[in-house]
C-alpha cells in the first residue's frame, strides 16, 4: 500500500457520516432517533418517518443533493424495517 493510499483511508475514517450516524445526534451516549422511537406511538413514528422522508426528498435538489436523497432512503428503511417489510 502506498502512503498515499494509507493516508486517504485514516482521513475517511475520521471523516463523519452524516447520514447513517451524525455525531451532532448522539448526546451522552444516546441517539436522537432511538428517544423519538421510545416517545413516539407506532403511527406517530410511521408519520414521522414519513414526514423526513418527503422533506429530505422535497429539498435535496435546493440544498445536500445526494446527501438529502441518502437521508430518505435512511428513513424509508427505518420504516419498512419497523414494519417488518423484508428488505
Not at 1 to 11: A, P, S
Not at 21 to 49: M, T, V, W
Request: include cysteine; charge should be positive; hydrophobic fraction near 35%.
Amino acid at each position: 500500500m502506498t502512503d498515499y493510499g494509507r493516508i486517504m483511508r485514516e482521513i475517511e475514517a475520521k471523516q463523519e457520516d452524516v447520514v447513517n450516524k451524525p455525531k451532532h445526534y448522539n448526546q451522552a451516549g444516546i441517539e436522537c432517533i432511538d428517544a423519538i422511537e421510545a416517545a413516539l406511538s407506532a403511527e406517530e413514528l410511521r408519520g414521522y418517518f414519513k414526514g423526513n422522508i418527503i422533506k429530505y426528498t422535497w429539498r435535496e435538489q435546493y440544498k445536500n443533493k445526494d446527501e438529502d436523497l441518502r437521508k430518505a432512503r435512511w428513513y424509508l428503511t427505518r420504516l419498512l424495517t419497523k414494519l417488518g417489510v423484508k428488505l
